[in-house]
């Protein structure tokens, strides 16, 4: 029989894991809320696309359930300074969502019930970056973690990972969201430690 650690459970562990600047690992999944959690049943639950033109693109949960889902299993790195590894997620990619979307937009703010909001590029929600996620690691998303659905854009703080995920309005100029407005990072990537305004 072979000496483990008992620590050790795969590739992803140890010396071997490059973290972004300043992040340490965790294996549970902490909750971070600015505020109560609401409750939105999925036959209540729609998502709206508004362009900058005022055209609007609406999907009911079933219909997001009709579209194709992806399965992408990722890194999340939240700037309170715990990271994730591999997590595992279901959900639409936004470039199935905003496919047949006609817009010249540069950025987007995203809506959740609750009233939470976060600011992105647009381009950031492309190209495979960004997904509305509705399961986490095999179950249906749990209300705390954002369900029934969430924003996923692993690749920036977790901030921007918008939970109880409503709406994204396209807009031709960037425009703040709540953690943005309170100092923290207008882009906020993990590699560059931009946390704060200025970083
Ligand atoms: N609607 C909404 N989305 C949100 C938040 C929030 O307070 N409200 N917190 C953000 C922050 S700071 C983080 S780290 C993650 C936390 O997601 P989790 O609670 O599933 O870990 O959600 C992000 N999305
Ligand atoms: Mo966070």
Not at 129 to 140: S, T
Request: overall charge negative; aromatic content about 12%.
């Amino acid at each position: 029989m072979g000496i483990v650690s008992p620590g050790f459970h795969g590739r992803r562990r140890g010396a071997g894991v490059k973290l972004p600047p300043g992040q340490y690992l965790t294996e549970d999944f902490p909750v971070l809320s600015a505020g109560p959690t609401p409750r939105i049943r999925p036959e209540d639950w729609e998502f709206t696309v508004t362009t900058e033109t005022g055209q609007e693109h609406r999907w009911s949960w079933r219909e997001l359930l009709d579209l194709p889902g992806e399965t992408p299993t990722v890194d999340i790195h939240c700037v309170t300074k715990w990271s994730k590894l591999g997590t595992s997620w279901e959900g639409v990619s936004l470039d199935t969502l905003l496919a047949d979307v006609d817009t010249a937009a540069d950025y987007a703010l995203v809506h959740s019930y609750g009233g939470y909001t976060t600011n992105l590029p647009l381009e950031d929600l492309l190209d495979g970056q960004a997904w509305i996620a509705y399961r986490f690691d095999g179950e249906d998303l749990a209300p705390e973690h954002g369900g029934p659905a969430r924003l996923l854009v692993p690749h920036l703080y977790f901030w921007k990972s918008a939970k109880w995920v409503r709406g994204i309005r396209l807009m031709d100029e960037d425009e703040p969201g709540f953690w943005e407005t309170a100092g923290y990072h207008d882009y906020g990537d993990p590699w560059r430690e931009q946390r704060y305004q200025g970083d």
